[in-house]
């Protein structure tokens, strides 16, 4: 289970998220989604440390870390039980796709090699990338760079994958096969929370949705609840941009 309790972050006078409250149960699949400038991306950077939270508590399985002052190792714990998938894929240019999932195994979990390349050569298999094992980022289209993201990832067997936007920096065409591997891995438990423009995807991928908006959690339900009968207005604004009129009951 993933616990987010009052979790606030600052940049300097901005504050971006103000009080957010978040349980994600474990299996679950979480679609956030809001406006830019919602605090959407950030709440996913400070669930791992990528960016440290102001105050706040956060809650990964075994592990409890108060934000406001955290040791180094319980943020090295809380990294190790999370794996983050990044708009621009930050692969490493001079590394195969092998490499780049093998890295982690090797260098931060001290798998042995043999068994390292063994896990990374099944997960890539699993992405739909067997024929790309040796190819080099720049020899990738986007989608295929952000599976190897994916495959990344899922080498880590971490508590829960964040996806932040893995779409947009996709041209649309190549959208749907990075989407088609994220639904194939929900359905094996795997405990995900992703931020996505996709309202489809959304709505047909995910188990709990979460709008946001000006740094708060405006509403959060079930897809159909938030989908079709939203009861918060700035929710129903926000959704008339990408559902056809009259498709949710008011």
Do not use: W
Not at 16 to 21: A, E, N, S
Not at 82 to 95: E, G, P
Not at 201 to 209: G, I, K, L
């Amino acid at each position: 289970m993933i616990k987010l309790k009052q979790i606030t972050k600052s940049f300097g006078k901005n504050q971006v998220l103000k009080g957010i409250d978040l349980v994600v149960e474990k299996g679950e699949v979480v679609a956030i989604l809001g406006p830019s400038g919602s605090g959407k991306t950030t709440l996913l950077r400070c669930i791992n440390y990528l960016e440290k939270p102001s105050d706040g508590e956060i809650t990964i399985a075994d592990l409890t870390v108060q934000c406001k002052r955290p040791s180094k190792k319980e943020v090295h714990a809380l990294r190790g039980k999370t794996a983050m998938v990044f708009q621009q894929y930050n692969l490493f240019r001079h590394k195969t796709a092998l490499e780049n999932v093998m890295e982690g195994l090797v260098v931060v979990q001290k798998v042995p090699k043999e068994e390292a390349r063994k896990r990374s050569v099944e997960l890539l298999e699993k992405v739909g990338l067997a024929g790309k094992l040796d190819a080099y980022p720049s020899q990738l289209s986007g989608g295929q760079q952000q599976r190897v993201g994916i495959a990344r990832a899922l080498a880590l067997n971490p508590e829960v994958i964040l996806f932040d936007e893995p779409t947009s920096a996709l041209d649309p065409e190549l959208v749907g096969e990075v989407l088609g591997v994220i639904r194939k891995i929900a359905k094996e438990g795997i405990t995900m929370i992703i931020v996505t423009h996709e309202m489809g995807f959304a709505q047909d991928v995910a188990n709990h949705v979460v709008f946001m908006d000006e740094g708060v959690v405006v509403e959060e339900g079930k897809p159909n609840e938030i989908f079709v009968s939203p009861k918060e207005e700035r929710t129903k604004q926000f959704l008339k941009r990408f559902t056809p009129e009259g498709t949710y009951s008011i």
